[in-house]
T-cell receptor, first 113, second 112 residues
Framework: GAGVSQSPSNKVTEKGKDVELRCDPI?????LYWYRQSLGQGLEFLIY????????KSGLPSDRFSAERTGGSVSTLTIQRTQQEDSAVYLC???????????FGPGTRLTVL | EDQVTQSPEALRLQEGESSSLNCSYT??????LFWYRQDPGKGPEFLFT???AGEEKEKERLKATLTKKESFLHITAPKPEDSATYLC?????????????FGKGTKLSVIP
């Protein structure tokens, strides 16, 4: 079946611009996660959605980062006023429930010039 | 705070040379320990979940084991296609949050 998809696969932007990254989870998965993978670093948790509950935003590095999940499915991660340190691969994952393994998408590579 | 340390950072093996990767963890209450494989330019691919000490899981040439402090990923008679970065992650008890805490990974290279 279809896995987690993300778009765009690559995004190059200029410092100060806003960007939107999209994630389509596996159909039927109630939990959705965003992570960030920087060069030489492990995956870093950003935000988590579960059903209609309020999201866990505890991993967002600054108030320039926000995310929403519409209709319990597609999610969008928005980074406002991008900085060079935001350059990384942004990974989305989904799981059937919170107690199941997480399946990852291919990621969006963000480069801020 | 949950912590995961993987060793070695990089490992080069000859084809057929078996070895093990280590994942040491600190978590207040382990909900699950996960192993993933990541190829360059791709997202992590799920391999195993282990829930309690003593548990073992196998898939082809890979076998994952778990103790109260660490997990091992044993690779038996590896092939070049096993070359990848292997990631270990833990899921703690959380307080309504179920994110994974990842180690930095072990980059495995299998030489023909």
């Amino acid at each position: 079946g279809a896995g987690v998809s993300q778009s765009p696969s690559n995004k190059v932007t200029e410092k100060g611009k806003d960007v939107e990254l999209r994630c389509d989870p596996i159909s039927g998965h109630t939990a959705l996660y965003w992570y960030r993978q920087s060069l030489g670093q492990g995956l870093e948790f950003l935000i988590y959605f579960q059903g209609n509950s309020a999201p866990d935003k505890s991993g967002l590095p600054s108030d320039r980062f926000s995310a929403e999940r519409t209709g319990g499915s597609v999610s969008t991660l928005t980074i406002q006023r991008t900085q060079q340190e935001d350059s990384a691969v942004y990974l989305c994952a989904s799981s059937l429930t919170t107690n199941n393994e997480q399946f990852f998408g291919p990621g969006t590579r963000l480069t801020v010039l | 705070e949950d912590q995961v340390t993987q060793s070695p950072e990089a490992l080069r093996l000859q084809e057929g040379e078996s070895s093990s990767l280590n994942c040491s963890y600190t978590v207040s209450g382990l909900r699950g320990l996960f192993w993933y494989r990541q190829d360059p330019g791709k997202g992590p691919e799920f391999l195993f979940t282990l829930y309690s000490a003593g548990e073992e899981k196998e898939k082809e040439r890979l076998k994952a084991t778990l103790t109260k402090k660490e997990s091992f990923l044993h690779i038996t008679a590896p092939k070049p296609e096993d070359s990848a970065t292997y990631l270990c992650a833990v899921q703690g008890p959380g307080a309504g949050s179920y994110q994974l805490t990842f180690g930095k990974g072990t980059k495995l290279s299998v030489i023909p």
